[in-house]
Structure formats: structure tokens, C-alpha cells
């Protein structure tokens, strides 16, 4: 699988033919100016709360590229109300649908909508399908709930942030790491803020002496996994 990272959250994979992008939030990242939001393909939007950090680009990139946007209820009813047409809600649950099974697990958060409004429980999403299996956590403190996901998938990667404050820091992350049973890990939700700054080479060092690997891409950067 490839995995192109847009900044913060915000990455696209490509599994299979389908091109699925993730928490989009390009143009309100001073760090990801390098970013041209209009040439970014897309035929799913997962969307893992309504903070605005995470759903910032969301009706624009799902109007222009006619994606189906995944998510909590409450969060794709604000996107529908924001005149996004091709979505697919969901609660904590699982549904199969073309690219593979999808479970919306549940994340330790908050969730509200840029408008203020209600946006149900913040959630992660786990991908069980015949080109591969991931899960990314969306933003989330270490919880035990993790512990299932090796029940559900041998996970070949997992997306999870490392910023700490607002989520889990590289400490709890390495803990999340050895819960979901992955020796591969992508980092997110770091540097965008000042108060998720992150020494890049001692946090890689926390999951090496843990036996584990912590990938932190560059901005625009596109890694095979
Ligand atoms: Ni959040
Ligand atoms: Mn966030």
C-alpha cells in the first residue's frame, strides 16, 4: 500500500484501485502550504471527528471529487448540510462494503463540528480487506478498547497520532503499538501546534528501544508500506 501524508492528520491511501483520504485538513496548516488541495484524488473520505483540524477541507475536496464520506452520523449530517451528497454514516459498527470490511472503532476524545454543533463520538477506523489490513485511531489517549484489535486483524500498519496534550504523546503510543500488536506505525497529529511539537529523532528512538518501528513522513511525501 502507499500512503501520501498531506500534514497533521490528513494522509491518502491507495489501496487497490481506490484512492481513500483521511481527516482532510491542508489549506488551515500553515506547515502544509506546499499542498495544492485541488489536485488531491479521492473516491472515499474517512472522517474520525468533526474537529476542525480534521474535516477543515472536507466539503470542498468531497464536492469537487464526488467521494463518499464515512464517518460518524452526526459528523456526515453536518457535511450534508454543508451540500455534501455521496455519504455513507456510520455509528460504532462494521459494514462491508467494496474495498473490504470497515470497523468504526471508538476513540477516547471529544467531537464537535466547526458550527458548534454535536458531533456524536470520535472514532477510528480498522480496514480488513484482501489487499491489506490498517487501522488508524484518529485522535485518542491509549486505551484499553486497543486491545481488541488484534482479535479482529494482523494489522501490516497503523496510523496513530504521537503529539501528545490533545492525544496520546510517543510514550503512550508505543503502549497503543504493543495493544494492537503492529510493529509498524505512522505518526500523526505532531508539529502542526505549538503545543504538539515533537523532537522527531528521540520520539523514532522511544518505538526502536521498544522493538518497533515509527515512521514521521514529510509533508507531500509518498512512502510504500
Ligand atoms: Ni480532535
Ligand atoms: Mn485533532
Redesign the pocket.
Known amino acids: 500500500m502507499k500512503l501520501t501524508y498531506y500534514g497533521h492528520?490528513c494522509f491518502s491511501i491507495e489501496l487497490g484501485s481506490k484512492k481513500m483520504l483521511f481527516d482532510p485538513f491542508i489549506s488551515g496548516n500553515e506547515l502544509a502550504k506546499g499542498i495544492d488541495i485541488d489536485k488531491i484524488e479521492a473516491d472515499y473520505i474517512f472522517v474520525s471527528h468533526g474537529?476542525s483540524?480534521?474535516v477543515g477541507d472536507l466539503v470542498e475536496i468531497a464536492k469537487r471529487t464526488g467521494a463518499i464520506v464515512i464517518g460518524a452520523f452526526e459528523v456526515i449530517g453536518w457535511a450534508q448540510k454543508n451540500g455534501v451528497t455521496d455519504v455513507h454514516p456510520m455509528n460504532f459498527g462494521t459494514y462491508n462494503f467494496e474495498f473490504g470490511k470497515l470497523k468504526f472503532l471508538p476513540a477516547s476524545h471529544s467531537s464537535s463540528l466547526p458550527d458548534g454543533s454535536y458531533g456524536g463520538n470520535p472514532g477510528g477506523f480498522l480496514f480488513i480487506t484482501d489487499n491489506g489490513n490498517f487501522y488508524y485511531s484518529g485522535?485518542t489517549c491509549l486505551m484499553m478498547d486497543m486491545k481488541l484489535i488484534p482479535r479482529y486483524a494482523k494489522l501490516d500498519f497503523a496510523i496513530m497520532p504521537v503529539g501528545g496534550n490533545?492525544?496520546m504523546d510517543a510514550d503512550d503510543a508505543v503502549i497503543a503499538a504493543e495493544f494492537i500488536d503492529c510493529k509498524k506505525i505512522v505518526g500523526v497529529?505532531f508539529d502542526t501546534f505549538g503545543y504538539i511539537r515533537i523532537d522527531h529523532e528521540a520520539t523514532k528512538e522511544k518505538f526502536r528501544t521498544a522493538g518497533r518501528e515509527l515512521i514521521l513522513p514529510q509533508i507531500g511525501e509518498t512512502i510504500s508500506l
Open positions: 492528520s474537529h483540524d480534521h485522535d490533545f492525544t497529529h
